[in-house]
């Protein structure tokens, strides 16, 4: 069956501190999606990773393919960074239909 | 700017009174697609469109139409909208090479 799992569920962090997500998926993938959603609801992408290692600002992803496993690290984390974080993939031979991920709700707080 | 456009962004309706929503892309994508997401359930496809004239169910079709008569244009029909459609919606753009880009979501409550 072809599922994403994610953790931790919740995250509650202090400003500054670095932050990891984990996203484990069961089957291979053609490509995987870091979303972050904010309170106020709309979804923005983040990475698409298909292998290695990206980085845009404070944020960093990496994917182990072999593995079946991502992370997404935020460093010297901000309150502005409180939001749900989604991971989303693309499992072979599906096109381009995303499969969720439940979302990791992270706050980081003063 | 790159966008999807979705509207509206918030509906109360009644049931058995059709509705549509809709959604338009500008940035050329052959792929579009349609989501709900619910608490505890998170975020499910409804439909789906490989390219004009070319659509698909996903996970949840059930009580739901959509058409693809222009690349850009990918609407979302409830015929018959009942309670357990009551959700926030989201239409999707997406390309090999830029990812995917989401409309800002639509809240729909049916009452």
């Known amino acids: 069956k072809n599922e994403v799992e994610q953790s931790p569920q919740n995250l509650t962090a202090q400003e500054g501190e670095f932050i990891t997500i984990n996203c484990s998926y069961s089957v291979g993938i053609s490509a995987l999606h870091w979303l972050q959603q904010h309170p106020g609801g709309g979804i923005v992408s983040l990475f698409m990773l298909s292998s290695g290692k990206k980085k845009h600002g404070r944020l960093i992803a990496t994917i182990n393919i072999q593995e079946k496993h991502s992370s997404l690290h935020i460093t010297a984390s901000h309150p502005r960074d409180s939001a749900v974080y989604i991971c989303a993939v693309i499992f072979t031979g599906t096109a381009s239909k995303l499969t969720f991920g439940t979302g990791t709700r992270l706050q980081v707080t003063l | 700017e790159a966008q999807v456009t979705q509207n509206p962004r918030y509906l109360i309706t009644v049931t058995g009174k059709k509705l549509t929503v809709t959604c338009s892309q500008n940035m050329n994508h052959e792929y579009m697609s349609w989501y709900r997401q619910d608490p505890g359930l998170g975020l499910r496809q409804i439909y789906y469109s490989m390219n004009v004239e070319v659509t698909d169910k996903g996970d949840v079709p059930e009580g739901y139409k959509v058409s693809r008569k222009e690349k850009r244009n990918f609407p979302l029909i409830l015929e018959s909208p009942s309670p357990n459609q009551t959700s926030l919606y989201f239409c999707?753009?997406?390309?090999?090479?830029?990812?995917?880009?989401f409309g800002s979501g639509t809240r729909l409550t049916v009452v």
């Open positions: 999707a753009s997406s390309s090999d090479d830029y990812g995917y880009t």
